[in-house]
């Protein structure tokens, strides 16, 4: 029961390009996506989020786009630099207004950024 | 800056044993969480927990798990009698009540059952 997928296992990126990770979701109650990156042997680290009443969130290198009509988001990085090579995992939750709502992941996509 | 803290980093343990992994969520969070990952699969939801209570579960989370906040800065999820297929990386996770979405997490405790 795949809610949240990343269908990409892999994307490989060049040092100073554009990185854009895809999202997809199935569950209409979703109404809050995050991005969190991962390195091995650590715990994800959270990078940005987005609510559903919104289509575009920036914060330095990266922005996050939501298509709702879609259940599509994807999260652009740019440029790309060689730290950002990780496991990237989208994830989202339900129940608007917060509250300790678990949130679903999807399987990551791992980066790689040569130089 | 504050971080989720969880210890150990590494248990092992025998099948059929009890355990008990520790966290400490970062001080002014009052939502607090439970997650594991399977080698290889994705990041899976366990339980939260909000004002001395379980908030939601999953139906991962059955009758051999437990977590309680035996003080007022440790949150620990005990497994009763551990299986083989319980080996995971489990990572506890907070996050305050301005903004609950934003889950924080910690390192993870990696717990192998022989």
């Known amino acids: 029961d795949q809610q949240v997928k990343q269908n990409s296992p892999s994307l490989s990126v060049q040092e100073g390009r554009i990185s854009i990770l895809n999202c997809d979701y199935t569950?209409?109650?979703?109404?809050?996506f995050l991005w969190y990156k991962k390195y091995p042997a650590e715990g994800p680290t959270f990078l940005i989020s987005?609510?559903?009443?919104?289509d575009k969130n920036e914060d330095g290198r990266f922005t996050v786009f939501l298509n709702k009509s879609a259940k599509h988001l994807s999260l652009h990085i740019v440029p790309s630099q060689p730290g950002d090579s990780a496991v990237y995992f989208c994830?989202?939750?339900?129940?608007?207004?917060?509250?300790?709502?678990?949130?679903?992941f999807g399987k990551g996509t791992h980066l790689i950024i040569q130089p | 800056e504050p971080e989720v803290t969880q210890t150990p980093s590494h248990q092992v343990t025998q099948m059929g044993q009890e355990v008990i992994l520790r966290c400490v969520p970062i001080?002014?969070?009052?939502?607090f969480y439970w997650y594991r990952q399977i080698l290889g699969q994705k990041v899976e939801f366990l339980v939260s927990?909000?004002?001395?209570?379980?908030?939601?579960k999953s139906e991962i989370f059955d009758d051999q798990f437990s977590v309680e906040r035996p003080d007022g800065s440790n949150f620990t999820l005990k497994i009763r009698s551990t299986k083989l297929e319980d080996s995971a990386m489990y990572f506890c996770?907070?996050?305050?009540?301005?903004?609950?979405?934003?889950?924080?997490f910690g390192p993870g405790t990696r717990l192998t059952v022989l």
């Open positions: 569950n209409s109650m979703f109404d809050y």
């Open positions: 001080s002014n969070h009052l939502y």
């Open positions: 987005i609510s559903s009443i919104k």
């Open positions: 927990f909000y004002n001395n209570e379980i908030s939601e």
């Open positions: 994830a989202a939750s339900r129940g608007a207004g917060g509250g300790a709502d678990g949130l679903t």
């Open positions: 996770a907070s996050s305050d009540p301005t903004s609950s979405h934003e889950q924080f």
